[in-house]
């Protein structure tokens, strides 16, 4: 391991070697390829261009999301700046770093949208976004090039079988009932976070190297010690899932919402929206309790629920109610 960490370091130095001059471009290389960008893509989709093709980037981000977490820690391997000095870190990472996420997710959600679109331009910007993302996060030091390169095709397998199984799926979920599928969902999702918190258990009695908590805090001296078993964002993605897919299923039992119309209505649709998750994120999110425990992992499933059944069903409804939105004509 440690040659691969070595020749891994001497790539990084390869490519930040390039110049200074890359890195506010490849920051924002990095931050198209996190949560929060994600957040932006899936919702702006979903409310404001196609309905259906924002269920279908959010169903591939969050279970790639998920299989990227579990990777991570089945795996808990260092990420350049915990394992040497000689790289400049310019972005600082708590997780493990093997596969890479931003490269996983990247793959996933621009290669479904490639697969999606006929036309060669779109293919060619989702494309080069995947390249780009990636080596972003080579030159910021937070990846080796091999947790780029695995993310990369971790991400378009998951397309392959995306694709391959979406139609069979879709229509198994419409021959069963309502109460059924919310139950299916409801037990996938606790299967991620008991999968996900098993995982953890079977790493907690692992010795991080004293070197990577070291150079970690050299690196960012004001940040806290790194924190790879975190549960913040296990909780999230599977939170999400389950208050996301069940929302989408309710509301098509109710009305089919439609993304198109006026643009003034699209934005105003999208910053209305928003506002609902900021208030659950910042506002509901900050009634959490800080020490871990089974109330603070509760309160935040439920939380992150609200957000994805926000998004996918209630915000919608509330579209129809202002006029900002019609139903689907048939």
Not at 74 to 91: D, L, Q
Not at 143 to 164: A, N, T
Not at 203 to 217: D, F, T, Y
Request: proline share 3%; hydrophobic share 55%.
């Amino acid at each position: 391991m440690d040659y691969f960490y070595e020749l891994g370091i001497n790539l990084v130095l390869v490519i930040q070697g390039l110049g200074e001059w890359l890195l506010t471009p490849m920051k924002l290389f990095s931050f198209m390829g996190s949560a929060e960008f994600y957040f932006l893509i899936l919702t702006f989709l979903y409310w404001c261009i196609d309905s259906t093709l924002g269920v279908r980037v959010g169903m591939i981000l969050l279970v790639s999301n998920w299989i990227n977490d579990s990777l991570k820690i089945g795996i808990h391997s260092a990420r350049p700046f915990w394992v040497s000095r000689r790289v400049e870190s310019f972005v600082f990472e708590y997780s493990f770093g093997f596969p890479s996420g931003h490269a996983q997710n990247s793959a996933a959600v621009f290669g479904l949208l490639a697969a999606t679109f006929q036309q060669w331009w779109v293919r060619l910007i989702s494309l080069s976004l995947i390249f780009l993302i990636g080596i972003s996060r080579i030159y910021l030091a937070v990846h080796f090039p091999q947790d780029v390169i695995l993310g990369w095709l971790i991400g378009f397998l998951l397309v392959w079988i995306f694709l391959r199984f979406e139609k069979q799926v879709a229509l198994w979920f419409q021959h069963q009932t309502l109460p059924i599928s919310i139950l299916i969902l409801f037990l996938a999702s606790i299967s991620m976070l008991l999968i996900g918190f098993l995982l953890r258990y079977l790493v907690a009695g692992w010795q991080m190297p004293l070197a990577w908590i070291e150079n970690a805090r050299l690196a960012f001296p004001d940040k806290e010690i790194i924190n790879p078993l975190s549960t913040t964002g296990l909780l999230l993605t599977s939170g999400v899932f389950f208050g996301f897919s069940s929302g989408t299923l309710w509301l098509s039992t109710r009305v089919e919402f439609s993304a198109k119309g006026t643009w003034d209505r699209r934005i105003s649709r999208f910053f209305l929206g928003f506002i609902g998750v900021a208030i659950m994120w910042f506002g509901v999110g900050s009634f959490l309790p800080e020490e871990a425990g089974i109330f603070s992992y509760m309160l935040s499933y439920l939380i992150f629920s609200g957000i994805g059944l926000w998004i996918s069903a209630f915000a919608p409804l509330i579209f129809l109610h202002l006029k900002l939105a019609e139903p689907k004509s048939n």
